[in-house]
Protein backbone atom coordinates (compact mmCIF):
# COMPACT_ATOMS: atom_id res chain seq x y z
CA UNK A 1 0.00 0.00 0.00
CA UNK A 2 1.43 3.45 -0.79
CA UNK A 3 2.01 5.96 1.54
CA UNK A 4 1.32 8.70 -0.47
CA UNK A 5 -1.60 11.34 0.31
CA UNK A 6 -3.56 13.88 -1.79
CA UNK A 7 -3.94 17.14 -0.31
CA UNK A 8 -7.73 18.96 -0.78
CA UNK A 9 -8.67 22.22 0.56
CA UNK A 10 -12.47 23.40 -0.08
CA UNK A 11 -13.94 26.69 1.60
CA UNK A 12 -10.45 27.17 3.80
CA UNK A 13 -11.31 22.69 5.46
CA UNK A 14 -8.38 20.26 4.43
CA UNK A 15 -9.09 16.64 3.82
CA UNK A 16 -6.58 14.07 2.85
CA UNK A 17 -7.13 11.18 0.75
CA UNK A 18 -4.86 7.91 -0.01
CA UNK A 19 -3.23 7.77 -3.69
CA UNK A 20 -3.10 4.06 -4.69
CA UNK A 21 -0.36 3.07 -7.48
CA UNK A 22 -0.86 0.09 -10.06
CA UNK A 23 1.71 -1.96 -11.10
CA UNK A 24 2.77 -0.15 -14.09
CA UNK A 25 3.02 3.21 -11.52
CA UNK A 26 -0.26 4.92 -12.37
CA UNK A 27 -1.39 6.60 -9.83
CA UNK A 28 -4.53 7.92 -8.48
CA UNK A 29 -6.82 9.69 -5.61
CA UNK A 30 -8.57 7.61 -3.83
CA UNK A 31 -12.21 9.29 -3.57
CA UNK A 32 -13.94 6.88 -2.32
CA UNK A 33 -14.44 8.74 1.02
CA UNK A 34 -14.66 12.29 -0.50
CA UNK A 35 -18.99 12.58 0.15
CA UNK A 36 -18.83 11.22 3.62
CA UNK A 37 -15.89 13.56 4.81
CA UNK A 38 -16.83 16.41 3.34
CA UNK A 39 -20.64 16.45 3.68
CA UNK A 40 -21.44 15.78 0.16
CA UNK A 41 -18.72 17.33 -2.17
CA UNK A 42 -18.18 15.06 -5.39
CA UNK A 43 -16.43 15.41 -8.66
CA UNK A 44 -17.45 16.14 -11.49
CA UNK A 45 -15.68 14.60 -14.89
CA UNK A 46 -17.96 14.05 -17.95
CA UNK A 47 -16.67 11.34 -20.12
CA UNK A 48 -14.96 9.87 -17.14
CA UNK A 49 -11.81 11.09 -18.78
CA UNK A 50 -9.86 11.44 -15.75
CA UNK A 51 -11.98 8.85 -13.76
CA UNK A 52 -10.79 5.02 -13.21
CA UNK A 53 -13.72 3.50 -12.35
CA UNK A 54 -11.98 -0.01 -11.32
CA UNK A 55 -9.08 -1.77 -10.61
CA UNK A 56 -8.12 -4.21 -13.47
CA UNK A 57 -5.73 -6.96 -14.09
CA UNK A 58 -6.48 -7.40 -17.49
CA UNK A 59 -5.36 -5.05 -20.01
CA UNK A 60 -2.35 -2.46 -19.71
CA UNK A 61 -2.07 0.00 -22.00
CA UNK A 62 0.08 3.22 -22.60
CA UNK A 63 -0.95 5.53 -25.33
CA UNK A 64 2.49 7.78 -25.25
CA UNK A 65 4.67 4.64 -25.74
CA UNK A 66 2.07 2.67 -27.92
CA UNK A 67 1.94 -0.28 -25.46
CA UNK A 68 -0.98 -2.70 -25.49
CA UNK A 69 -1.01 -5.83 -23.03
CA UNK A 70 -3.32 -8.53 -22.34
CA UNK A 71 -2.46 -10.41 -18.72
CA UNK A 72 0.90 -8.94 -18.94
CA UNK A 73 2.07 -10.38 -22.68
CA UNK A 74 2.77 -7.84 -25.21
CA UNK A 75 0.28 -7.93 -28.00
CA UNK A 76 2.86 -8.05 -30.98
CA UNK A 77 3.93 -11.83 -29.15
CA UNK A 78 -0.09 -12.68 -28.94
CA UNK A 79 -1.03 -11.92 -32.28
CA UNK A 80 2.44 -13.40 -33.81
CA UNK A 81 2.44 -16.44 -31.85
CA UNK A 82 -1.03 -17.51 -30.02
CA UNK A 83 -4.43 -17.93 -31.53
CA UNK A 84 -7.72 -15.92 -30.83
CA UNK A 85 -8.89 -19.10 -28.65
CA UNK A 86 -5.64 -19.09 -26.35
CA UNK A 87 -6.18 -15.36 -26.37
CA UNK A 88 -9.56 -15.59 -25.16
CA UNK A 89 -8.77 -18.23 -22.27
CA UNK A 90 -5.64 -16.15 -21.44
CA UNK A 91 -8.15 -12.67 -20.60
CA UNK A 92 -11.01 -14.62 -19.52
CA UNK A 93 -9.02 -16.82 -16.85
CA UNK A 94 -5.50 -14.86 -16.25
CA UNK A 95 -3.44 -17.77 -17.75
CA UNK A 96 -2.20 -19.16 -20.87
CA UNK A 97 -3.70 -22.50 -20.95
CA UNK A 98 -1.77 -25.35 -21.71
CA UNK A 99 -2.67 -27.69 -24.16
CA UNK A 100 -5.01 -29.86 -22.60
CA UNK A 101 -6.86 -26.91 -21.01
CA UNK A 102 -6.87 -25.31 -24.59
CA UNK A 103 -8.16 -28.42 -25.89
CA UNK A 104 -11.13 -28.91 -23.10
CA UNK A 105 -11.86 -25.01 -23.29
CA UNK A 106 -12.87 -25.26 -27.14
CA UNK A 107 -15.00 -28.91 -26.66
CA UNK A 108 -16.77 -27.35 -24.16
CA UNK A 109 -17.64 -24.05 -26.23
CA UNK A 110 -18.41 -26.81 -29.31
CA UNK A 111 -20.58 -28.63 -27.24
CA UNK A 112 -22.43 -25.33 -26.84
CA UNK A 113 -22.42 -24.10 -30.28
CA UNK A 114 -26.13 -24.93 -31.25
CA UNK A 115 -28.19 -21.85 -31.22
CA UNK A 116 -31.67 -22.64 -31.05
CA UNK A 117 -33.50 -23.35 -33.77
CA UNK A 118 -36.56 -21.11 -32.93
CA UNK A 119 -34.03 -18.03 -32.55
CA UNK A 120 -34.18 -18.22 -36.93
CA UNK A 121 -37.84 -17.36 -36.33
CA UNK A 122 -36.66 -14.07 -34.81
CA UNK A 123 -34.20 -13.32 -37.34
CA UNK A 124 -36.82 -13.51 -40.04
CA UNK A 125 -39.25 -11.31 -38.56
CA UNK A 126 -36.02 -8.34 -39.22
CA UNK A 127 -36.15 -6.63 -42.49
CA UNK A 128 -33.20 -7.76 -44.64
CA UNK A 129 -32.41 -3.97 -44.41
CA UNK A 130 -31.96 -4.38 -40.94
CA UNK A 131 -28.21 -3.12 -39.46
CA UNK A 132 -26.58 -6.04 -38.29
CA UNK A 133 -25.18 -4.40 -35.45
CA UNK A 134 -28.84 -4.18 -34.44
CA UNK A 135 -29.62 -7.77 -35.64
CA UNK A 136 -26.97 -9.04 -33.61
CA UNK A 137 -27.55 -6.82 -30.23
CA UNK A 138 -31.21 -8.34 -30.23
CA UNK A 139 -30.31 -12.05 -30.59
CA UNK A 140 -27.56 -11.50 -27.96
CA UNK A 141 -30.85 -10.44 -25.64
CA UNK A 142 -33.04 -13.03 -26.88
CA UNK A 143 -30.26 -15.65 -26.25
CA UNK A 144 -31.28 -14.73 -22.41
CA UNK A 145 -34.91 -16.22 -22.59
CA UNK A 146 -33.21 -19.54 -24.41
CA UNK A 147 -31.09 -19.62 -21.75
CA UNK A 148 -32.75 -18.55 -18.58
CA UNK A 149 -30.88 -19.87 -15.80
CA UNK A 150 -28.44 -16.49 -14.20
CA UNK A 151 -25.51 -16.82 -13.46
CA UNK A 152 -24.45 -17.74 -10.08
CA UNK A 153 -21.30 -15.85 -9.52
CA UNK A 154 -20.02 -17.71 -6.37
CA UNK A 155 -19.92 -21.31 -8.49
CA UNK A 156 -16.71 -21.38 -11.04
CA UNK A 157 -18.98 -24.09 -13.22
CA UNK A 158 -21.76 -21.89 -13.34
CA UNK A 159 -19.96 -19.20 -14.57
CA UNK A 160 -17.68 -21.18 -17.05
CA UNK A 161 -20.77 -22.59 -18.42
CA UNK A 162 -22.02 -19.69 -19.18
CA UNK A 163 -19.04 -18.31 -20.89
CA UNK A 164 -18.52 -21.63 -22.89
CA UNK A 165 -22.22 -20.99 -24.08
CA UNK A 166 -21.70 -17.54 -25.66
CA UNK A 167 -18.31 -18.11 -27.40
CA UNK A 168 -19.93 -21.04 -28.42
CA UNK A 169 -23.56 -19.07 -29.79
CA UNK A 170 -22.31 -15.83 -30.52
CA UNK A 171 -20.14 -17.03 -33.53
CA UNK A 172 -23.21 -18.90 -34.77
CA UNK A 173 -24.92 -15.16 -34.61
CA UNK A 174 -22.99 -13.66 -36.32
CA UNK A 175 -22.77 -15.53 -39.29
CA UNK A 176 -26.81 -15.49 -39.04
CA UNK A 177 -26.66 -11.79 -39.32
CA UNK A 178 -24.53 -11.72 -42.25
CA UNK A 179 -26.28 -14.64 -44.18
CA UNK A 180 -29.86 -13.45 -43.56
CA UNK A 181 -28.91 -10.33 -45.33
CA UNK A 182 -27.60 -12.04 -48.16
CA UNK A 183 -30.72 -14.43 -48.30
CA UNK A 184 -28.28 -17.43 -47.60
CA UNK A 185 -29.63 -20.49 -45.84
CA UNK A 186 -28.44 -20.35 -41.67
CA UNK A 187 -26.57 -23.26 -40.57
CA UNK A 188 -24.08 -24.02 -37.35
CA UNK A 189 -20.65 -24.70 -39.09
CA UNK A 190 -18.51 -27.70 -39.08
CA UNK A 191 -17.71 -28.31 -35.38
CA UNK A 192 -14.24 -30.64 -36.78
CA UNK A 193 -12.77 -27.00 -37.50
CA UNK A 194 -11.06 -24.46 -35.87
CA UNK A 195 -12.72 -21.73 -33.97
CA UNK A 196 -11.58 -19.27 -36.59
CA UNK A 197 -12.06 -21.38 -39.24
CA UNK A 198 -15.66 -22.65 -38.43
CA UNK A 199 -16.29 -18.94 -38.32
CA UNK A 200 -14.98 -18.10 -42.20
CA UNK A 201 -17.17 -21.43 -43.13
CA UNK A 202 -20.06 -20.33 -41.42
CA UNK A 203 -20.10 -16.92 -42.63
CA UNK A 204 -19.29 -17.59 -46.40
CA UNK A 205 -20.04 -21.39 -47.20
CA UNK A 206 -22.63 -21.50 -50.48
CA UNK A 207 -25.16 -24.44 -49.95
CA UNK A 208 -24.28 -25.72 -53.24
CA UNK A 209 -20.33 -25.53 -53.16
CA UNK A 210 -17.67 -26.50 -50.93
CA UNK A 211 -16.17 -23.77 -48.69
CA UNK A 212 -12.17 -23.83 -49.38
CA UNK A 213 -10.18 -22.25 -46.32
CA UNK A 214 -7.36 -20.01 -47.27
CA UNK A 215 -4.71 -20.21 -44.10
CA UNK A 216 -3.66 -16.31 -45.36
CA UNK A 217 -7.21 -15.56 -44.79
CA UNK A 218 -7.70 -17.50 -41.32
CA UNK A 219 -4.46 -16.13 -39.90
CA UNK A 220 -5.54 -12.31 -41.21
CA UNK A 221 -8.87 -13.18 -38.96
CA UNK A 222 -7.10 -14.89 -36.27
CA UNK A 223 -4.78 -11.73 -35.66
CA UNK A 224 -7.67 -9.34 -36.39
CA UNK A 225 -9.96 -10.46 -33.44
CA UNK A 226 -7.10 -10.56 -31.23
CA UNK A 227 -6.17 -7.03 -31.85
CA UNK A 228 -9.90 -6.28 -30.73
CA UNK A 229 -9.71 -8.41 -27.97
CA UNK A 230 -9.80 -6.00 -25.10
CA UNK A 231 -9.20 -2.63 -24.97
CA UNK A 232 -9.56 -1.65 -20.98
CA UNK A 233 -12.65 0.64 -20.02
CA UNK A 234 -13.35 1.64 -23.23
CA UNK A 235 -17.39 2.74 -23.37
CA UNK A 236 -18.42 -0.93 -24.74
CA UNK A 237 -16.53 -2.70 -21.70
CA UNK A 238 -17.43 -0.03 -19.26
CA UNK A 239 -21.36 -0.49 -20.34
CA UNK A 240 -20.66 -4.23 -20.01
CA UNK A 241 -18.83 -3.88 -16.60
CA UNK A 242 -22.09 -1.05 -15.51
CA UNK A 243 -25.30 -3.50 -16.73
CA UNK A 244 -23.91 -6.26 -15.00
CA UNK A 245 -22.92 -4.35 -11.79
CA UNK A 246 -26.90 -4.41 -11.21
CA UNK A 247 -26.42 -8.43 -11.50
CA UNK A 248 -28.14 -8.43 -14.84
CA UNK A 249 -26.76 -11.88 -16.44
CA UNK A 250 -24.35 -12.06 -19.02
CA UNK A 251 -25.99 -12.30 -22.07
CA UNK A 252 -28.04 -9.11 -21.31
CA UNK A 253 -24.88 -7.01 -20.05
CA UNK A 254 -22.89 -8.29 -23.57
CA UNK A 255 -26.22 -7.18 -25.59
CA UNK A 256 -25.53 -3.62 -24.08
CA UNK A 257 -22.20 -3.41 -24.75
CA UNK A 258 -22.78 -4.44 -28.53
CA UNK A 259 -25.24 -1.44 -28.70
CA UNK A 260 -22.60 0.84 -27.08
CA UNK A 261 -19.85 -0.23 -30.06
CA UNK A 262 -22.27 0.14 -32.51
CA UNK A 263 -21.32 3.90 -32.19
CA UNK A 264 -19.52 5.60 -34.87
CA UNK A 265 -17.32 7.29 -32.29
CA UNK A 266 -16.43 3.65 -30.95
CA UNK A 267 -16.80 0.55 -33.30
CA UNK A 268 -18.78 1.71 -36.15
CA UNK A 269 -15.80 3.92 -37.32
CA UNK A 270 -14.56 0.56 -39.38
CA UNK A 271 -17.67 1.31 -41.29
CA UNK A 272 -17.12 5.24 -41.67
CA UNK A 273 -13.53 4.33 -43.46
CA UNK A 274 -14.66 2.40 -46.19
CA UNK A 275 -17.86 4.61 -46.38
CA UNK A 276 -15.09 7.71 -46.85
CA UNK A 277 -13.23 5.57 -49.13
CA UNK A 278 -16.52 5.07 -51.32
CA UNK A 279 -17.40 8.86 -50.73
CA UNK A 280 -13.60 9.63 -51.82
CA UNK A 281 -14.03 7.88 -55.06
CA UNK A 282 -17.44 8.86 -56.06
CA UNK A 283 -16.16 12.55 -56.52
CA UNK A 284 -13.58 11.16 -58.73
CA UNK A 285 -10.67 10.12 -56.68
CA UNK A 286 -9.05 13.01 -55.62
CA UNK A 287 -7.42 12.50 -52.21
CA UNK A 288 -5.65 15.62 -52.23
CA UNK A 289 -8.78 17.51 -52.15
CA UNK A 290 -9.86 15.40 -49.08
CA UNK A 291 -6.76 15.87 -47.64
CA UNK A 292 -6.88 19.90 -47.57
CA UNK A 293 -10.34 19.25 -46.13
CA UNK A 294 -8.96 17.25 -43.51
CA UNK A 295 -7.43 19.90 -42.43
CA UNK A 296 -9.50 22.62 -43.81
CA UNK A 297 -10.64 24.27 -40.46
CA UNK A 298 -13.68 25.46 -41.79
CA UNK A 299 -14.76 22.15 -42.75
CA UNK A 300 -15.98 19.74 -40.41
CA UNK A 301 -14.86 16.53 -42.48
CA UNK A 302 -12.18 14.46 -40.45
CA UNK A 303 -9.75 11.75 -42.44
CA UNK A 304 -11.60 8.41 -40.66
CA UNK A 305 -9.34 5.98 -39.15
CA UNK A 306 -6.64 8.46 -38.50
CA UNK A 307 -6.03 9.32 -34.67
CA UNK A 308 -6.84 7.90 -31.40
CA UNK A 309 -8.11 9.34 -28.27
CA UNK A 310 -5.30 7.21 -26.48
CA UNK A 311 -2.78 6.34 -28.86
CA UNK A 312 -0.43 9.78 -29.17
CA UNK A 313 2.55 7.97 -31.43
CA UNK A 314 1.44 5.22 -33.07
CA UNK A 315 -1.32 2.45 -32.51
CA UNK A 316 0.71 -1.00 -32.01
CA UNK A 317 -2.33 -2.74 -33.79
CA UNK A 318 -2.34 -0.58 -36.75
CA UNK A 319 1.26 -1.49 -37.24
CA UNK A 320 0.76 -5.78 -37.00
CA UNK A 321 -2.76 -5.12 -39.06
CA UNK A 322 -0.84 -3.16 -41.98
CA UNK A 323 1.41 -5.95 -42.58
CA UNK A 324 -1.68 -8.43 -42.31
CA UNK A 325 -3.65 -6.08 -44.87
CA UNK A 326 -0.80 -6.70 -47.28
CA UNK A 327 -0.38 -10.19 -47.39
CA UNK A 328 -4.47 -10.97 -47.72
CA UNK A 329 -4.67 -8.35 -50.59
CA UNK A 330 -1.71 -9.98 -52.49
CA UNK A 331 -2.48 -13.38 -51.58
CA UNK A 332 -6.52 -12.82 -52.51
CA UNK A 333 -4.95 -10.61 -55.62
CA UNK A 334 -7.71 -8.09 -54.85
CA UNK A 335 -7.81 -4.74 -57.35
CA UNK A 336 -10.03 -2.56 -55.88
CA UNK A 337 -9.76 1.32 -56.66
CA UNK A 338 -10.72 1.81 -53.00
CA UNK A 339 -7.54 0.38 -51.76
CA UNK A 340 -5.74 2.30 -54.20
CA UNK A 341 -7.38 5.78 -52.44
CA UNK A 342 -6.37 4.54 -49.10
CA UNK A 343 -2.99 3.99 -49.97
CA UNK A 344 -3.17 7.29 -51.63
CA UNK A 345 -4.57 8.84 -48.26
CA UNK A 346 -2.15 6.89 -46.31
CA UNK A 347 1.13 7.87 -47.71
CA UNK A 348 0.20 11.68 -48.19
CA UNK A 349 -1.04 11.56 -44.33
CA UNK A 350 2.12 10.24 -43.11
CA UNK A 351 4.33 12.80 -45.14
CA UNK A 352 2.12 16.05 -44.74
CA UNK A 353 3.34 17.95 -41.73
CA UNK A 354 -0.44 18.53 -40.33
CA UNK A 355 -0.95 15.11 -39.61
CA UNK A 356 2.62 14.51 -38.45
CA UNK A 357 2.90 17.69 -36.19
CA UNK A 358 -0.30 16.62 -34.61
CA UNK A 359 0.62 12.70 -33.99
CA UNK A 360 -2.05 11.79 -36.33
CA UNK A 361 -1.17 7.93 -37.44
CA UNK A 362 -3.45 5.41 -38.98
CA UNK A 363 -5.47 3.99 -36.38
CA UNK A 364 -6.47 -0.16 -36.56
CA UNK A 365 -10.03 0.65 -37.99
CA UNK A 366 -8.00 2.44 -41.27
CA UNK A 367 -6.64 -1.35 -42.00
CA UNK A 368 -9.34 -3.42 -40.24
CA UNK A 369 -12.05 -2.40 -42.84
CA UNK A 370 -9.79 -2.78 -45.64
CA UNK A 371 -8.82 -6.13 -44.78
CA UNK A 372 -12.64 -6.99 -43.83
CA UNK A 373 -13.34 -5.32 -47.55
CA UNK A 374 -10.53 -7.36 -49.33
CA UNK A 375 -12.37 -10.66 -47.34
CA UNK A 376 -15.70 -10.00 -49.10
CA UNK A 377 -17.51 -8.98 -45.87
CA UNK A 378 -19.83 -6.38 -46.50
CA UNK A 379 -19.14 -3.11 -45.21
CA UNK A 380 -22.28 -3.18 -42.34
CA UNK A 381 -20.38 -6.39 -41.06
CA UNK A 382 -17.21 -4.56 -40.10
CA UNK A 383 -18.49 -3.41 -36.79
CA UNK A 384 -20.06 -6.75 -35.80
CA UNK A 385 -16.58 -7.98 -36.62
CA UNK A 386 -15.25 -5.81 -33.71
CA UNK A 387 -18.11 -7.38 -31.52
CA UNK A 388 -16.96 -10.94 -32.29
CA UNK A 389 -13.43 -9.85 -31.22
CA UNK A 390 -14.04 -8.19 -28.24
CA UNK A 391 -16.24 -10.68 -26.97
CA UNK A 392 -13.68 -12.70 -24.71
CA UNK A 393 -12.64 -9.01 -23.67
CA UNK A 394 -16.20 -8.25 -22.28
CA UNK A 395 -16.58 -11.60 -20.69
CA UNK A 396 -13.21 -11.42 -19.33
CA UNK A 397 -14.07 -7.77 -17.55
CA UNK A 398 -17.48 -8.74 -16.79
CA UNK A 399 -16.17 -11.81 -14.46
CA UNK A 400 -13.68 -9.36 -12.89
CA UNK A 401 -16.44 -7.00 -11.91
CA UNK A 402 -18.40 -10.18 -10.70
CA UNK A 403 -15.25 -11.51 -9.03
CA UNK A 404 -14.46 -8.63 -7.28
CA UNK A 405 -18.01 -7.57 -5.73
CA UNK A 406 -17.95 -4.23 -7.25
CA UNK A 407 -20.52 -2.17 -6.26
CA UNK A 408 -23.78 -1.21 -8.64
CA UNK A 409 -22.52 1.54 -10.97
CA UNK A 410 -24.17 4.94 -10.05
CA UNK A 411 -22.54 8.21 -10.31
CA UNK A 412 -23.71 11.24 -9.25
CA UNK A 413 -24.85 14.91 -10.67
CA UNK A 414 -24.73 18.10 -10.20
CA UNK A 415 -27.99 19.49 -10.70
CA UNK A 416 -28.41 22.26 -12.92
CA UNK A 417 -32.05 22.68 -13.43
CA UNK A 418 -35.09 24.53 -11.72
CA UNK A 419 -35.14 24.95 -7.92
CA UNK A 420 -38.17 23.98 -6.08
CA UNK A 421 -41.50 25.57 -7.79
CA UNK A 422 -45.19 25.97 -6.96
CA UNK A 423 -47.06 23.50 -9.32
CA UNK A 424 -50.20 25.54 -10.58
CA UNK A 425 -53.15 23.65 -12.12
CA UNK A 426 -53.60 23.54 -15.73
CA UNK A 427 -56.40 25.54 -16.15
CA UNK A 428 -53.74 28.25 -14.36
CA UNK A 429 -50.95 28.15 -16.80
N1 LIG B 1 -8.51 14.30 -39.49
C1 LIG B 1 -8.13 15.60 -39.45
N2 LIG B 1 -7.76 16.24 -38.32
C2 LIG B 1 -7.77 15.55 -37.19
C3 LIG B 1 -8.15 14.19 -37.15
C4 LIG B 1 -8.52 13.57 -38.35
N3 LIG B 1 -8.88 12.27 -38.37
N4 LIG B 1 -8.08 13.74 -35.87
C5 LIG B 1 -7.66 14.77 -35.13
N5 LIG B 1 -7.47 15.88 -35.94
C6 LIG B 1 -6.94 17.18 -35.51
C7 LIG B 1 -7.98 18.00 -34.75
O1 LIG B 1 -8.71 18.81 -35.63
C8 LIG B 1 -7.12 18.76 -33.79
O2 LIG B 1 -6.50 19.80 -34.52
P1 LIG B 1 -6.16 21.22 -33.78
O3 LIG B 1 -5.19 20.86 -32.68
O4 LIG B 1 -5.58 22.06 -34.86
O5 LIG B 1 -7.46 21.74 -33.26
C9 LIG B 1 -6.00 17.78 -33.43
O6 LIG B 1 -5.90 16.91 -34.57
C10 LIG B 1 -6.29 16.94 -32.18
O7 LIG B 1 -7.56 16.33 -32.36
P2 LIG B 1 -8.57 15.94 -31.19
O8 LIG B 1 -9.93 15.82 -31.74
O9 LIG B 1 -8.34 16.87 -30.02
O10 LIG B 1 -8.03 14.53 -30.79
P3 LIG B 1 -8.86 13.55 -29.90
O11 LIG B 1 -7.89 12.73 -29.15
O12 LIG B 1 -9.91 14.24 -29.14
O13 LIG B 1 -9.62 12.65 -31.00
C11 LIG B 1 -10.19 10.93 -32.49
C12 LIG B 1 -9.25 11.38 -31.38
C13 LIG B 1 -11.68 11.08 -32.05
C14 LIG B 1 -9.96 9.44 -32.77
C15 LIG B 1 -9.91 11.78 -33.74
O14 LIG B 1 -8.56 11.64 -34.11
C16 LIG B 1 -10.84 11.43 -34.91
O15 LIG B 1 -11.95 11.95 -34.99
N6 LIG B 1 -10.39 10.51 -35.82
C17 LIG B 1 -11.21 10.06 -36.90
C18 LIG B 1 -12.23 9.01 -36.39
C19 LIG B 1 -11.62 7.65 -36.13
O16 LIG B 1 -10.82 7.15 -36.92
N7 LIG B 1 -12.01 7.04 -35.00
C20 LIG B 1 -11.53 5.69 -34.65
C21 LIG B 1 -10.66 5.69 -33.47
S1 LIG B 1 -9.94 4.08 -33.24
C22 LIG B 1 -11.07 3.16 -32.43
O17 LIG B 1 -12.08 3.58 -31.96
C23 LIG B 1 -10.77 1.65 -32.32
Do not use: E, L, M, R
Given at each position: MSEKIAKLEINGEKYEFPVIEGTENEIAIDIKNLRGSTNGVITIDPGY?????CESAITFLDGEKGILRYRGYAIEDLAEKADFLEVAYLLIFGELPTSKQLAKFHKDIKAQSIVDDDIKKIID??????HPMGVLASLTSALTAFNPSSVNVDSEEEMYNAIVKILGKFPVLVAWAMRKKQGLPLDYGNSSLGYVENILQMM????HEEYKLNPIVVNALDKLLILHADHEQNCSTSTVRMVG????GLFASLAAGISALWGPLHGGANQAVLEMLEGIREDGGDTKKYMAKAKDKSDSFRLMGFGHRVYKNFDPRATIIKKAADEVLADLGVEDPILDIAKGLEKEALEDSYFVDRKLYPNVDFYSGIIYRGMGIPTEMFTVMFALGRLPGWIAQWREMRLRKEPIGRPRQVYIGENHREFSKISDR
Open positions: KNTGSAFPKTAFKKPSSHA
